[in-house]
């Protein structure tokens, strides 16, 4: 990679095309290029093969491609595949694929920061310190390679993406939001905002911007306790952005966007599951239309708290159930590989 030039997958489409017809070449050569970055997904300029060669070469001296991928791969006795991927810095990431063939569910669960600066206390990418923001290109990169997996792997293109791997996408806004832009485009992967879900630890302020810029995927709250004295005890970031603020930033979301909200909720043995916290949660579920997903708590070193018992997340889910609350429970995936949600730290 020669470092005077630049990653061409950074420009916008205006800034290609400025730069195309400063260059003396004509203006829908730019609409060629374009997809084959975005849509062929092409990370060198030679195989652009409907270039002429007077341009792959001018391409070739001003820009390169900051190209990402898979360092290591592991598959779970579930099915679940981890990937570590390596970016062109070296600075190495997760995803995940995780497949439930039942449903016909085939989900990548991709990162958006390399570590983070947030600490909750039952995750283990928050034990790594942030050391930078993804690309746009580089969230992108981590769902076409997930893709192909599925496809190789199960013979059929990914149903979902969550953005709930390592990182928190709402402080890394505008790149999320451009890896977005280009996973819905036809130019591009050409998926359904409503197969997206990003989730985030509550900033409030983002999610009122979430709203004000229309965006149309869906939004996961990472709640985990619904009292702001527990949720204090295991997300700094509640001290800043407490439970009525976060109530009152969703309620602005969907009233906004009509987009579909779900609680994401880890069930901590006798932290977080017992009647009274039922009570807080179900009271939460009053302010709009919302889903709960209850999530079996998947251990990592250095942390105290329990996994709950089947039964015991199972009366959990109960309690919100027979009060009409849609709910559902997720069973730890890739558990054996530390795929699962919460453990994501490049362990080795
Ligand atoms: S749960 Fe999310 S926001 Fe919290 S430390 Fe882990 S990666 Fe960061």
Not at 2 to 13: C, P, V
Not at 313 to 321: D, G, H, K, P, Q
Request: glycine residues 4%; aromatic residues 8%.
């Amino acid at each position: 990679m020669n470092s005077d030039t630049r990653d061409i997958r950074k420009l916008s489409k205006e800034e290609l095309d400025a730069f195309i017809v400063d260059m003396s070449f004509d203006k829908y050569r730019s609409n060629q290029i374009w997809e084959w970055i975005w849509k062929k997904q092409k990370t060198d300029f030679d195989g652009m093969k409907n270039l002429p060669k007077n341009l792959k070469e001018t391409l070739s001296s001003h820009f390169h491609f900051a190209e990402a991928s898979i360092d290591k791969k592991q598959i779970s006795i579930d099915g679940t595949i981890k990937n570590r991927i390596k970016l062109y810095d070296g600075s190495l990431i997760e995803s995940v694929l995780i497949p439930v063939e039942s449903q016909n569910r085939f989900t990548a669960c991709v990162s958006s920061q390399v570590g983070c600066s947030l600490t909750c206390s039952f995750c283990a990418t928050g034990k790594m310190k942030l050391q930078r923001n993804l690309d746009a290109a580089e969230i992108y990169d981590q769902v076409v390679i997930v893709n192909e997996q599925c496809k190789e792997q199960y013979g059929r293109p990914l149903t979902n993406i969550v953005y709930m791997g390592m990182g928190e996408p709402l402080l890394n806004y505008k790149n999320v939001l451009k890896s977005i832009y280009h996973i819905n485009q036809e130019v591009g992967l050409g998926m359904s905002h409503r197969r997206i879900t990003v989730s985030t630890v509550g900033i409030a302020k983002m999610i009122k911007k979430l709203a004000d810029d229309e965006v149309k995927f869906n939004l996961a709250l990472s709640l985990h306790a619904a009292t702001d004295e527990k949720r204090n005890k295991i997300m700094p970031i509640n001290e800043s952005n407490n439970l009525k603020a976060l109530s009152e930033a969703l309620s602005y979301f969907y009233q906004k966007t009509k987009n579909k909200i779900s609680f994401e909720y880890i069930s901590f043995k006798g932290f977080n599951d017992t009647t009274e916290d039922a009570y807080h949660l179900l009271k939460m579920t009053r302010l709009f239309p919302v889903k709960v997903n209850i999530i079996e708590y998947n251990p990592i070193d250095g942390v105290n708290f329990e996994r709950n018992s089947t039964e015991g997340v199972e009366n959990f889910a109960r309690l919100l159930s027979n009060e009409g609350v849609t709910v559902t429970v997720r069973k730890s995936r890739g558990l054996d590989i530390d795929a699962a949600c919460g453990q994501l730290a490049n362990k080795e």
